[in-house]
């Protein structure tokens, strides 16, 4: 039996789950509604707020599908109650970000500003100019577009400049030496 695919997902006061036809789950929440349409395979029932799990068989495929639905399960329920959120720092000389209104703005050493664009359901939130904070209720968005800003300027070994995650450690290397 699958560890983390028996653990029941709790259900709090306030979250609405619906399973539909071909195991369509929406998630209404304080925060928002998440839809996602999970492997047909899998039994999925509301029982005493609780969603619980099951799968129809031992086959391999069932196993990491059992698994896999309880935690997207599990991260719907969380994201429209309490949400997620990554945070970036930018490092280096003469970096920074800038917004306006829906527009984010990053000037990155290269010899134009970079612009993106929030995506819907996502916001992006400046502390200063060198910390981004990119909020949402679906986790796979909100990682995604963390990862597609942190490779307009990916952090470098040497002086560790770039766009580097805030809980990330960046191994530095020793630079080049002189002749003696």
Known sequence: MSRIGKLPVEVPAGVEVTIGEGNLVTVKG???????????????????????????????RHKALHGLTRTLLNNMVIGVTKGYEKVLEINGVGYRAAKSGKKLTLTLGYSHPVEMTDPEGIET???????????????????QF??????????????????????ETIRRKVGKTGKK
């Open 125 to 143: 939130v400046l502390e200063g100019q060198n910390k981004i904070t990119v909020k949402g209720i679906d986790k796979e968005k909100v990682g």
């Open 146 to 167: 963390a990862a597609e800003i942190r490779t307009k300027r990916p952090p470098e070994p040497y002086k560790g400049k770039g766009i580097k995650y805030a809980d």
């Open 30 to 60: 304080p925060k928002g509604t998440l839809t996602r349409k999970m492997a047909e395979d899998m039994n999925i029932a509301v029982e005493a707020g609780q969603i619980v799990v099951t799968r129809p068989s031992d086959l391999k």
